[in-house]
């Protein structure tokens, strides 16, 4: 049988998917696969047969398409279409006056000169695409093939809340242009960074500049690429807003590192204050939405916290696996077909509200015990 058709999962039985906003209907019913089944699979093979991840890819690209700047939407769409880091080209020739200048500022500890980038980084092609990528590190957020695509399109859908609500209550609108380019574009580099291993894990992160190599990496990218100024700035603001000195420390020390690596002057860019101790005067308050959109990762952290250790439960309990093959492509091939499907957050509600019994024949409608 086709891949494609035995994994026509009805986790999401209906969807709605327009410009202005997203409405995705779940309801479980599923065709059953085996434990050896799941391992044949490829990550991108479970994301796209993923009602949830492709129903947010759909959404992604319809607000990329949205987009009112010719310019901005195009390039908005060719990095979502292929994220490949054309930043290498920028490094190219480079890459120990990058390294050495990062590190001066010491904002590479423990870091090598030898994986200062993430491996197989090709300017003109990602390593697959965004839709695939996890949205975060194996133990954290939407750790799944297609968690990048759910968490953008939740966070492009907050953010477009933020936007309509300032417009409801205090009669003013916001550039809604960066506020989607900004939202879409803060994880760019994930595909990269988070790359899929052999035995099914995702690639472990590096720090630069004191947060998840992703985002500088990302908003490098975004410059390398000739964005504008206010959306790399929003961008950067994702990690952290500049309300207060302590927290604007952020996001300038991102714009510099970026700079960096995209050998261009931050200030002349326009993405720094004339004295390059600030974001640029007064504050985009795009920047603060894209910073509150960007918000998932407090409520889903800790529910794949949670989640994890009750899905090696039933594994070991229900599957027949042992404790070793809790760290292995066994149990990795499991989890990744079960979360892609129905995402952790769902499943999460589900313990949460019916207990883990009511999880375990949720498990065991995906994979045959």
Known sequence: MERREFLKMGIIAGAAVAASGMSVLAEASYTEFTLSECRKLTPQQMAENSGAVMESWKYIQAQAAGIKNPG?????????????PRLMNAVSGRKKEVYKELEKNGWLKGV?????????GSAKQAN????????????????????????TALNVEMSLALYDNYKKIYGFDLDRDVVVAAQILHDLHKPWVFQWQKDGSSRNENKLAGTGEHHVLGVAESIVRGLPAEVCVAQACAHNHPGFSKDEEGPVRWLKAA???????PVKYGLLAADGKTLPLQRSMEAFVTHLGDHDWVLT?????????AMEEIAMQDYGMSKADLKSAKFYAFRNAVFSQATIMALYHLMQKDGKEALRKQVHAIVKA
């Open 72 to 84: 901005l939407r195009k390039a908005v769409q060719d990095i979502i279409a292929n994220p490949a």
């Open 259 to 265: 700079s960096i690596i995209a050998d261009v002057d």
């Open 301 to 309: 952290v800790p529910a794949a916290k949670w989640l994890i250790p």
């Open 112 to 120: 090598s000169y030898d994986t200062f980038l993430p491996e197989n």
């Open 128 to 151: 697959q695409p965004f839709y695939s990528a996890p949205g975060s590190g194996y133990s954290s957020h939407h750790c799944y093939p297609g968690g990048l695509a759910t968490h």
